[in-house]
């Protein structure tokens, strides 16, 4: 029998509890997300990315890096991350077998917690505004989140984390160091470059911008400047000239790219079959190029905004751009954006969220067949998927290219304005 003062003694601690953490529900959600994470690193198989991942790091430690990359080059199992990433890779496996704990546990859950780092930087860059714990929270538990960081097994999550950490330098006016740590993102995946424009233009000065640039330039010196003294074109071939892959269904229909909605489009315009197939190729062997150029003009019609939520929401844009543009595809790929999209609109927010994280985890519930992931991730042998699921596919790439067309629309219509500037976020500690 629990005693009157044994009660109050258990209430008194919680209110003390409460009192030193603050907002219980936060907490909650904070616990919620590690737990989700801990089990998917722990209790799941992960996608064919998890294994992948093992023979690059012992064909490394076998071969040698330069070796690896000449051997894999073309290959389904092409080894196109970056040199210091592949070292790093092989010394947590090193790490791994001396502990005795699983590779794959370990740095799947790296990645995991690595989402509470962007959700830290997230919360302090919406410091303005009255949605930021909602903001936060949403990310943290957004199904698109936890499965690409925690599941999947690739290290696509840190390009948001590193963009994010970036365009928080730049807020606090640490323009350098800015361009120090989007050049260190580099040395996880260069798509990270996409993030550079819309930081680039948020910098005030012709003179900062040269230090952004310069550090930038030093950090890819220190990331890829040893490897690349010994063997440049395997490097640059292998980690450069790396534009992705098309990956398709059983059935032939493309696991994403606008190709989904142009094919029909033109069919309906009256385009025969041999014309529409040309253009695509056309688009096809562009693509890269083509979607570079429509970023950059984009972030230079919106130059002047260089609020950090202005700057936040055309990075956002930038990536939205991207995924409506491209043909070239892995899912994991998402993981690059989910945190700017909180610097959306809601509505826009929203949509981009549901989409991919209904996307991605129906898909994977497929795969596994599973509704908690357990089991063997097999996208070959589920070569035709349902029509629910090749639907979403379908509403989820109109759904980027709707975000794509509204963000150049509007960037179109307001490129002179010159709109009032909030300041930036304080490096200081938050007086709240």
Request: aromatic share 16%; glycine share 8%.
């Amino acid at each position: 029998m629990i005693s009157r003062s044994d009660f109050d003694n258990v209430m008194r601690k919680l209110r003390v509890f409460l009192k030193k953490h603050g907002d219980v529900e936060s907490l909650v959600v904070v616990y919620t997300a590690l737990a989700i994470r801990v089990y998917l690193a722990a209790f799941t198989q992960g996608t064919y990315d998890v294994s992948i991942w093992r023979i690059h790091v012992t064909s490394i430690m076998e071969h040698g890096i330069f070796s690896y990359y000449d051997t894999s080059l073309g290959t389904l199992l092409t080894f196109n991350h970056p040199p210091l990433m592949g070292t790093l890779m092989v010394e947590l496996f090193n790490a791994s077998d001396f502990t005795g704990v699983d590779f794959r546990f370990t740095y799947r859950l790296l990645f995991g917690v690595s989402d509470f780092f962007a959700a830290m930087l997230l919360f302090r860059l919406l410091r303005r505004q009255p949605y930021r714990h909602i903001a936060v929270c949403s990310y943290l538990l957004a199904p698109v989140t936890f499965l690409l960081s925690s599941y999947h097994g690739n290290t696509d999550s840190l390009v948001a984390l590193f963009a994010l950490a970036a365009l928080g330098s730049i807020a606090c006016g640490r323009y350098a160091l800015a361009g120090f740590i989007l050049g260190l993102g580099a040395s996880v995946k260069w798509i990270v470059f996409l993030t550079a424009p819309a930081l680039f233009f948020a910098i005030p000065s012709c003179q900062n911008r040269l230090k952004f640039s310069a550090l930038a330039a030093l950090a890819m010196v220190l990331g890829y400047g040893w490897w690349m003294s010994q063997h440049p074109v395997t490097v640059f071939k292998s980690v450069f000239g790396y534009s992705g892959q098309m990956f398709f269904t059983g059935d032939g229909s493309p696991i994403w790219g606008n190709q989904i909605i142009l094919r029909p489009v033109m069919r309906l315009l009256g385009i025969g079959d041999a014309t529409i197939q040309r253009l695509l190729d056309v688009l096809f062997h562009h693509n890269g190029a083509i979607i570079f150029v429509v970023i950059f003009v984009f972030c230079w019609l919106r130059r002047r905004r260089r609020a950090v939520g202005d700057v936040g929401a055309t990075i956002a844009g930038s990536f939205s751009i991207f995924y409506a543009g491209t043909n070239y595809w892995a899912f994991q790929y998402f993981a690059w954006a989910v945190p700017f999209y909180f610097f959306l609109d809601w509505k826009r927010c929203l949509l981009l969220v549901v989409l991919t994280s209904a996307y991605i985890y129906g898909l994977y519930a497929y795969f596994c067949g599973s509704l908690i992931l357990i089991g063997t991730w097999d996208f070959i042998g589920h070569p035709r998927w349902p029509h629910a699921l090749l639907a979403l596919r379908d509403v989820t790439v109109l759904g980027f290219i709707f975000v794509a067309l509204e963000s150049i629309g509007q960037a179109l219509l307001h490129y002179r304005e010159i709109p009032e500037l909030e300041s930036g976020v304080s490096c200081s500690q938050d007086a709240e």
